[in-house]
């Protein structure tokens, strides 16, 4: 049932057509809810609102391993149709043996969008809208401030990796291989059945 109510959304994006009983059968915690949202927004505004970075005299020892955390804040103003998305990051450079980080860099971003329609639209979409396509178009950003960063503090100059979008990837697998268990079931039974019949 869930594959089936998937499937629908799929067909929903893809016709556009997002009528409100065609809205009414999307799932409010489907990962579509994204899609539908983006179908509506243009950016208006990208900011850095809040940065710091800092060091410590351990900096040097050791073999550094690098962890990046973020939290976002998506607020809604229907009245004027707009998206607020605020984006925390924070990444914390770390060595063997010492528990604090050696290095830390933060930054929280702004980014407005304007949206067409708020209609029929829920809260668990536009979370899962700031979560992906937000972080997405800030991504270069912050990949631009933690390169500053590092450069400014007289260290190696640090690229951050892509963000990738890695859920919709692995639901896909998943379905790829419940498929592929059920046509080796239906092929076995089949054997089994000419079998019989001989």
Known sequence: MHQVQRMNTVALMQ?????????????KDTYHGFEVVSERVNILDVKIIKASFMQTSDVHKGKKSVNIKRKVHVQV?????????????T??????????????????????????????????AYQEFGEVNAVYNVWPYWREYVQNATTRMGL?????????????TEEAKKITTKKASKKKVSKKVKGEEDKEKR
């Open 15 to 27: 016709t556009k057509k997002l009528h409100k009983k065609d809205l009414d059968m999307v799932k």
């Open 77 to 89: 103003d229907k009245e004027k149709n707009l998206i607020f998305v605020v984006i925390d990051f």
């Open 91 to 124: 990444l914390n450079g770390m060595i063997e043996g010492i528990e604090s980080p050696v290095i830390e860099i933060e930054s929280s971003f702004l980014l407005v969008y304007s949206i067409t329609d708020c209609e029929n639209l829920t809260e668990s």
């Open 156 to 168: 190696q100059s640090l690229t951050i990796p892509v963000f990738k979008i890695i859920k919709k």
